[in-house]
């Protein structure tokens, strides 16, 4: 089995804040989805969030503050899945609930050195 990251994309700058109930519904639904790659034994690593600051440090020592608030789409977070090919991996991210928000998944094979 090969390791593939699968990153959730989203305008999360345009999104609204969910009521404590809406939030709780959401959070059940990514759960229940994470839970039934788990329970085909192909959940390597279940992830994280990301929050929406950070810095981008590029050479001759630059850093800017980031991630790139000028662009739509933001990476909110991920997870590693195991799949025996990049569509079984593209299989498994059907079906993210990031889809019910507008986003988008990006599934990559990981690479071992």
Known sequence: MKEFLLLFR???KS????????MQAVTKR???WKGSIAAQNKLADGG???ENTGKVLKGNNII?????TEIKESIGGYIVVKAASLDEA?????DCP???AGGNVEVREI???
């Open 64 to 68: 800017t503050d980031g991630p790139y």
């Open 48 to 50: 994280n969030r990301l």
């Open 90 to 94: 593209a299989e498994l991210a059907k």
């Open 98 to 100: 990031i889809f019910e």
């Open 10 to 12: 989203n305008d999360f």
């Open 30 to 32: 990514w759960m229940d």
């Open 111 to 113: 690479s071992t050195l």
């Open 15 to 22: 999104m609204t804040v969910p009521s404590p109930e809406q």
